[in-house]
């Protein structure tokens, strides 16, 4: 299985991890609440994951202009 990171504004890969070692757990996934999952993790039919998060391009953007971001990113 893999899991991907995508920033969730420009869509860009930001990083992917290949191991079935890797649980969710270890990911922080546990933290986030069900709503938050479902917003933030995908699961494809193949297994692989994707992770919607926040690039440091864009991050710096919503930095300078804050009003951008309606929801904070709790992987942050
Ligand atoms: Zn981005």
Redesign the pocket.
């Known amino acids: 299985m893999a899991i991907k990171y995508i920033?969730?504004?420009?869509?860009?890969d930001?990083g992917q991890i290949d191991s079935d070692a890797v649980s969710e757990f270890q990911l922080g996934f546990h933290f986030l609440t069900p709503d938050e999952r479902r917003d933030i993790i995908a699961y494809s039919q193949n297994g692989d994951v994707t992770v919607k998060v926040?690039?440091?391009?864009?991050?710096q953007?919503l930095e300078t202009h804050p009003e951008l971001v309606l929801v904070a990113n709790p992987l942050q």
């Open positions: 920033c969730r504004h420009c869509h860009t930001i926040t690039c440091d391009y864009c991050r953007a």
